[in-house]
């Protein structure tokens, strides 16, 4: 079955410290990663995605991701947190073999950034 | 901004009633998504359209059904509602060029509160 995890349902990071919050991801074909990130009472904002090409992607705000083939996962990381990235994080998945209209979702990850 | 707008923002209701989501999609955008988001079930996929016609389903109930307009926008049509469907709905939409790979922009949402 195709799925991703978020094995931690909340990060805490101090303001100016590097951020790390993980995904790791289970498909049949080629995977296409994405990052989203949701503030409260808002929708999703795209803010990455692996296609193809070079393992370390970098998207908006800052925050960058990288692919990791041989341990399936899609981590994102930001090299200094600020408070205003304290926001639910999703990451979702799509294969291009089977069920590839669908986009599979993560729990998501609720990051705090403290002052 | 994501350009995608939804209507109403807020819908609250009765068990067995009946009601309608709207969502006009990004300028140029073809295909539309439906996702629901729970606190139990996370964020789930529910319908694709593009220009029109169904392109894929997910985890949609049978009392649930979605339309595409020839303008665009879409619908989602919820009936004989139970307590269990109180959740955020949202809407997405992409340029349906890319396929699997499209990045999809959200909506703001439709908190529907099934009393």
């Known amino acids: 079955a195709q799925s991703v995890a978020q094995p931690e349902d909340q990060v805490n990071v101090a303001e100016g410290n590097p951020l790390t919050v993980k995904c790791t991801y289970s498909v049949s074909g080629n995977p296409y990663l994405f990052w989203y990130v949701q503030y409260p009472n808002r929708g999703l904002q795209f803010l990455l995605k692996?296609?193809?090409?070079?393992?370390l992607v970098k998207g908006s705000y800052g925050f960058e991701a990288e692919f990791n083939k041989s341990q399936t996962s899609f981590h994102l990381k930001k090299p200094s947190a600020l408070v205003s990235d304290s926001a639910l994080y999703f990451c979702a998945v799509r294969a291009f073999k089977y069920n590839f209209n669908k986009f599979y979702f993560g729990s998501g990850t609720k990051l705090n950034v403290k002052p | 901004d994501s350009g995608v707008t939804q209507t109403p923002k807020h819908l609250i209701t009765a068990t067995g009633q009946r009601v309608t989501l709207r969502c006009s999609p990004r300028s140029g955008d073809l295909s539309v998504y439906w996702y629901q988001q729970s606190l139990d079930q996370g964020l789930q996929f529910l319908i694709q359209?593009?220009?029109?016609?169904?392109?894929a389903k997910g985890n949609i109930l049978e009392r649930f059904s979605a339309q595409q307009f020839p303008d665009l926008h879409s619908e989602l049509n919820l009936s004989s509602l139970e307590l269990g469907d109180s959740a955020l709905y949202f809407c997405?939409?992409?340029?349906?060029?890319?396929?699997?790979?499209?990045?999809?922009?959200f909506g703001p949402g439709t908190r529907l509160t099934v009393l």
């Open positions: 692996y296609i193809t090409g070079d393992n």
């Open positions: 359209y593009y220009n029109g016609e169904e392109r």
């Open positions: 997405a939409s992409s340029d349906g060029t890319s396929g699997v790979t499209d990045t999809q922009y």
